[in-house]
């Protein structure tokens, strides 16, 4: 039976032994859910990626421009220790959320040479994370810096078939997941991505490998075709894509149609 000193007024100057222990004890316990509920919520939050978007600073490129199978700059980077070419492919995107086709085009026009004919030097912004590269080309028109013809068309390794593929994963857009944004993938991303894809930014698959690796994809209709709006409704979820899968320089492409991927589920995964 509680004794007449357990009841406790705010304007009395001490608090009775067993409303005072109860109170140390409750706020103890709060403390500790605290502390629990931080470290839970802190180990469940995504690990940004190591990207690097160089805002403000213009770097200049040299190499070979393609505009297959995405606008891309190619860069000799010397030779492995067999004495075989070594080359990169470094992405063109455009400024803003566009992609860089319409000035390929332009520079080709330029050029008035076939493009694996000739050396140029573009100027842009580096964007970078994971082992890939790209360049914003973000004077536009002006990027462009110089040209010269090969003494010989480049001979680039013929791109590699790997075979028919299922994948795991999510569809982004490059220019963001790689650099311009972190996270640049996922729901709070969904919007800003679906405009990028729709501007003509290359949409890349990303998945995860069995030993917590990431791997990309660049991704192509089945004939090779540009596909933007087309996949827009899968952008930012879980999603499945089956196709083929190709190997060009330092990307992997697959070539596939909106009915090869799937919102949910995949078969044998």
Not at 32 to 40: H, K, R, T
Not at 60 to 76: K, M, R, S, Y
Not at 177 to 182: A, R
Not at 241 to 268: A, F, H, Q, R, V
Request: glycine residues 10%.
């Amino acid at each position: 039976m509680a004794s007449k000193d357990d009841f406790y007024i705010g304007y009395l100057p001490h608090v009775p032994q067993p409303i005072a222990k109860l109170i140390r004890f409750s706020v103890g316990i709060m403390i500790i859910g605290v502390i629990i509920f931080a470290l839970v919520l802190a180990t469940n939050q995504w690990n940004l990626q190591a990207n690097d978007f160089e805002f403000g600073k213009t770097t200049e490129l040299t190499g070979v421009l393609q505009a297959t199978p995405v606008p891309n700059l190619i860069i000799d980077n010397g030779q492995d220790i067999h004495g075989n070419p070594l080359y990169q492919s470094v992405l063109l995107i455009g400024l803003g959320k566009f992609g860089a086709d319409s000035l390929v085009q332009h520079f080709e026009n330029q050029i008035k040479t076939p493009l694996n004919q000739t050396q140029v030097t573009l100027k842009g912004t580096l964007i970078y994370s994971d082992g890939k590269t790209l360049l914003e080309l973000t004077d536009e028109e002006n990027a462009f810096v110089s040209s010269s013809s090969l003494d010989s068309a480049i001979s680039l390794p013929p791109i590699q078939k790997i075979g028919k593929t299922e994948l795991k994963g999510e569809m982004v857009d490059s220019k963001c997941y790689f650099g311009v944004m972190n996270p640049g993938h996922g729901k709070p991303h969904l919007s800003c991505a679906v405009r990028c894809v729709s501007g003509g930014i290359p949409p890349v698959f990303w998945t995860k490998k069995a030993d917590g690796s990431t791997d990309y994809y660049l991704v192509l209709g089945k004939n090779g075709e540009a596909v933007q709006q087309e996949v827009l409704p899968y952008i930012a979820e879980p999603a499945c894509i089956t196709g083929e899968i190709m190997m060009y320089l330092d990307w992997k492409i697959i070539y596939t149609d909106t009915d090869n991927i799937k919102p949910m589920g995949c078969s044998g995964l």
